[in-house]
DNA sequence: GCGTCCTATGTAACCGTTTACATGCGCAGA
DNA sequence: TCTGCGCATGTAAACGGTTACATAGGACGC
């Protein structure tokens, strides 16, 4: 491709010219600045990325780190992170599968030079120091972080809120014999819901039973699975709150496989409120979280953080209300409760 | 951070030695190299890949240009990508809402000189020739391309032989009245689907009728909207054939809603076997895509472009099977049909 | 007619690397 | 002792832009 040099060979400018011509700023004459345009759009010139961000030291693209890309949550964050950034003209460097603090500072060096930010999605404490040594480069932005780490800014889902919350109204339904379908080992959101499962138990005087408290992997295939070990309690429980909808989902599926209904038998519900919770049968109640605000969201704050008046004020973090979606599967009369929506951000897609 | 001078002249080296330590293969003593890396490490040194890019003309970035990020289908062609990207040490630039050609080509001009090669849906005709340009910079994999363009790899799915087996299967289990719901105007899998369902109509000697010829626009919204209109069709369709699972899953809870029985009073079929779709009620009958593999296997593509060796043989374009996935939502007997499996490359997931 | 100011444009240093080529040193062979 | 070679390392020129500063020429006031 051509470079400044050639272009302004064959316009008879100097590069300094061309260069002027495409900051916009600066004053050209209009003659000059045409003649420019003609010549780059006949030589299909454009500048050189890695060029203008070593001398400008401005890369305009924004690093995104996460765990992982599956699921509905995930893409909906990176969906998120991509439209906000869109809108301020940046362009996102991606990289996923950073299961541990090591891969994470890894692909953070990686990425120097090439990035004025990144977003990340700390996978335990132990990234703390990495991420504070990271984040002197360039303003950091924490996704959900499961400890404040000084110097960044964060973002979080109010998962123990949102549990504390589904679970309330659980037993406020009536129901004491509560079971959950537990998420991933080490997954700050999964724990964050399990705490306020047991939080809200307590609050009523109910005690939290391990027996009630099953494993799971955030996958339908284990809520399915479960669901064979939860009908074989000795005391079936009234309720299910699955961590998130994809095992309310799998575990809807086996429960009527095994002609289970629900709510009339057991009552279901989920977490995160995924785009088909609303179709399913039951209907799910579940808690509403946006994970694309929570992309979108993370974005602004790293915007205000590059602002030369935002640098001044102190990294803040927010938190994401997570609230309560009250569908059929729980087990209240369905005249009683207006159908719950969703917010459609959602635009037809391929495929 | 400290530049590659700064460690220079602390280690009391030169530069040059610096930049032989990070790029391994030139020989260094191991006394130097020890020392080299000590002050690096305590000053917090890595090579800044703006510079590196502009001095070795590779960015070790791939870009990655989409019409949306939004469903499960991008977000498993983009989590595809990703993991194929990683396992080659590259990262991926993404930009996604391109709706049109001029979208396109500015996204990718702004990419210029910040990656390697790119990956892109093109959203129509118009974008052949800014293609074409674009490829003579770098490799380009196009992904479901409307039509060949010289000079570009590509990858797509197979839509019409996929809708074809579906039609022809529901006109094998005695379905004469084949309803369609339809997908976005000028989207290329839509259109190929629908191509696929007459094709298939006609063959058996059915006429492809346009009043069961149904818009949507591949959201569960626009699923549960058509039903009414289907249920109202004097002459109710034995079949329903909605050209992607979304769009079945609402028409499916709308179904249910109505009392209609799926499949006893009408049969219901999907495309693209999404991850819930063999959970529903009734697991979904589907045509199984694999936009995991879509993503992959372009950057493979990607990959083989870039290799010395590949640069000789022309670009190829390949083409991902489209299977059936039978289940009970088109009728089948249960107990006649084993229950249709989902390969499984997911992991356990946050949120 | 000359100094002054303004504007459009040119000159050249610099951004942080890589790498071709130069250098200097130790050692082996004659 | 001299030549030649190999190896570790240094020097300096790119890479393709941006931008501070210099410059030239025209308009203007006196």
Known sequence: ?????????????????????????????????????AVAAKMDYWPNGAARSLTTARTHSLGVLLPDLYGEFFSEVIRGIDHGARQAKYQILVSSSHADSDALVVASRSMHGRIDGLIAMAPDVASTAAIKQIARNFPVVLLNPRVEVEGCYAISIANFEGAHTMVRHLIAQGHERIAILKGPHGNVDAE???????????????????????DGDFTEASGHRRAKEILALEGLPTAVFAVNDYMAIGLLSALRDAGVRVPEDIAVTGFDNIAISQYLSPPLTTVQVDAYELGQRAVQQWLLAIEPEGRSTPPRHEVLPATLVIRRSCGVARSAVPRGGRKSKRKPDGG
């Open 1 to 37: 491709m051509a470079t400044i040099r050639d272009v302004a060979r064959v316009a008879g400018v100097s590069i300094a010219t061309v260069s002027r011509v495409y900051n916009g700023s600066a004053r050209v004459s209009d003659e000059t600045r045409r003649k420019v345009r």
């Open 192 to 214: 964050e819901r399990l705490r306020g499962y047991r939080s809200a138990l307590r609050e009523s005087g109910i005690h939290p039973l391990p027996e009630l408290e099953f």
